[in-house]
């Protein structure tokens, strides 16, 4: 079983930057896990917006993100980051890291077998 605490949310205006951090702890079967940051915004369907393999893999980003957000990892710490850059109106939403055992193979949010209670972010 593993459990996720998110932190790092809050307000910016547009243009500001955030950074996200998700402690993890706990370990699935093969202990290799995939750790995804995941959006909500109100009215709309979740969507994974990072990925990043505890092993220190590819990271993997969704379009509307790219050159503008970071995953990294401190594996010492158990914590996954996500440095939000260039923050847009848009990118307000509830803010979930999630896990996977195995690798990133998928940022569907289905795949994703544990969740963190989430840390909102507000862009205005």
């Known amino acids: 079983h593993v459990q996720l605490v998110e932190s790092g949310g809050g307000s910016v205006q547009p243009g500001g930057s955030l950074r996200l951090s998700c402690e993890h702890s706990?370990?699935?079967?093969?202990?290799?896990?995939?750790i995804g940051w995941f959006r909500q915004a109100p009215g709309k369907q979740r969507e994974g917006v990072a990925t990043?393999?505890?092993?220190?893999?590819?990271?993997y980003y969704i379009g509307s993100v790219k050159d503008r957000f970071t995953i990294s990892q401190d594996n010492a710490k158990n914590t996954v980051f996500l440095q939000m850059n260039s923050l847009k109106p848009e990118d307000s939403a509830m803010y979930y890291c999630?896990?996977?055992?195995?690798?990133?193979?998928?940022?569907?949010?289905?795949?994703?077998?544990?969740w963190g209670q989430g840390t909102q972010v507000t862009v205005s």
């Open positions: 990043i393999p505890t092993n220190g893999g590819i990271t």
């Open positions: 999630a896990a996977k055992e195995g690798y990133c193979d998928s940022i569907e949010t289905f795949h994703f077998a544990y």
């Open positions: 706990g370990n699935t079967h093969s202990n290799l896990m995939c």
